[in-house]
Structures are given as C-alpha cells and as structure tokens.
C-alpha cells in the first residue's frame, strides 16, 4: 500500500473480531513504530503489549471503577475547561457521526451508556498497547511530542499489517489499574493506549470516516508565487 493509500484508509476500530494477534506481528509492528523521529533521538517512548488474562483484568478493573463513579486516575493532564469552542464542536461531531451509525438515538441513555463502557473496555480488542514515557521527561512537552510520533507510527504500522486500532484515552483514564496489571514500571509516565485487533467487517462505526477541516484553515503559505 503506498503511504497516500495507507493513511486515506486508516480509521479508528471499535469494533474486532474475537481472534487473537501472534507476538510475532506486533512485533514487526512495534520495529516500524520505533523508526519515528524523536528529539535528539532520545526515544523516551516504551511500548507495553498486553492480551490474555492480564488485558482482562485491565478491562474489568476499569469497568469496576467506572461504574463505581471513581474519580479519573490519569498520569497526562487535560485541560481544566475540558474542549471548548470549535474544538467541543468537532468532539460532538465525530461523536454523532459514530452515534447515527450504529442507530444510538440521542435519549437512549441505556446504548450511550454501553457505547461508553466500551470505551472502557477498550472495545474489547485483544491486544492493548500502553505507550509510555521515561519519567525523566514527564514535564518535558518535548517527550510527549515524542510519544505522539511513536504512536501515530504504531498507529499506521498497524494498519499497514491489515490491523485495526483506536488509540483509546478512555483505556487509561483508569492508569493505576493499567499500571498494575499492565506491570508498567514507575520510573515511566503513562501516555495513552491503543486498542488492536483484527476489525470487524459487520461493525458499522468502523467504516465511519471522521472530518477533517479545510487546509486554509489550518495551514498557511507563505513566500510562494500566487
Ligand atoms: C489522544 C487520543 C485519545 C483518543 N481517545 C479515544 C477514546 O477514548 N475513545 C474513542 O472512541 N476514540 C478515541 N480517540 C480516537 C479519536 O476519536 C479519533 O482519532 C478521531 O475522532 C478521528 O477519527 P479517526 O481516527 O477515525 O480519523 C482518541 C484519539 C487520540 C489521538
């Protein structure tokens, strides 16, 4: 697949089938997510590959606590004011898009709810791939421009591989959870995980295709002939 095709076609999965993905494929992916640039080739990043009977105990822990009404237990800050303005605007965007795909109706708490707990659960993907940063670098911005490279180059090597995957914020709003079960040594931060597997043909919301704003808006030319 050439690089055009490769990133035209990527989509997040939420939906996968209940087949497993040899350690040998996530290794060869983890080799291509480790060539993505870094600043001063530091590569502060670490990639934890977690399925089976531990993956499972990550997804009930986060459920469990979820449900509990816990508090968020993340190690990467969000803004107090969570999203607002145009960017609030493109979070409900992408989420009615998902919603009207899979025939969620606005008043249906019991199926939002659902949705969100597979969130949770990492939509039940069998393989789970914690991305971490060395603690040393957990105040530097640098290093989690660092991550972001690494994953979105995990991300696409995956892809690559006829694998689907979501990089999941919901998968580790719960990170001691991930930590213990996860066996996430202290001396890194967690950044993210990304949820992967084989995708599901027959799940709808995988074939949602997100938006994107035009370029005038977000790119700009300078010093060029008109
Ligand atoms: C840092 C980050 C965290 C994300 N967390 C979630 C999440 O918790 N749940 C989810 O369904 N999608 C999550 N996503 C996926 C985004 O919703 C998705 O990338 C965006 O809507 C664009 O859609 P696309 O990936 O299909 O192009 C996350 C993406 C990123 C980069």
């Known amino acids: 697949m050439d690089f055009a095709s490769l990133v035209e076609s990527r989509r997040s999965t939420r939906g996968y089938e209940k087949k497993p993905v040899s350690k040998e494929l996530m290794v060869e992916i983890i080799d291509l997510a480790k060539r993505a640039p870094s600043s001063m080739n530091t590569q502060p990043w670490n990639f934890h590959v977690i399925t089976g009977p531990p993956l499972e105990l990550i997804r009930e822990g986060n459920t469990e ?3 509990a009404g816990a508090a968020v237990d993340r190690e990467i800050k969000m803004a107090d004011h969570g999203y607002q303005d145009e960017h609030r605007q493109r979070q409900i965007e992408i989420a009615v898009q998902l919603f009207e795909a899979m025939g969620i109706e606005r008043d249906d708490t019991a199926r939002r709810q659902d949705w969100v707990m ?5 939509f039940d993907a069998p393989v789970s791939v914690v991305v971490t940063l060395d603690r040393a670098l957990a105040d530097d911005t640098i290093g989690h421009f660092d991550c972001g490279a690494a994953t979105y180059g995990l991300v696409l090597a995956a892809t690559s591989k006829g694998l689907g995957c979501v ?5 580790i709003m719960q990170s001691s959870v991930v930590r213990e079960h996860g066996n996430i040594p202290e001396d890194e931060v967690i950044m ?3 949820a992967m597997g084989w995708p599901d043909a027959e799940f ?3 074939d949602v295709v997100s938006r994107r704003v035009p370029n005038d808006d977000v790119a700009s030319y300078v010093g060029f002939e008109a």
């Open 167 to 171: 990089i999941n914020g919901q998968g």
């Open 192 to 194: 993210t995980c990304v």
């Open 118 to 122: 597979r969130g949770f659960r990492q």
């Open 65 to 67: 606590r979820m449900l």
């Open 204 to 206: 709808v919301a995988n």
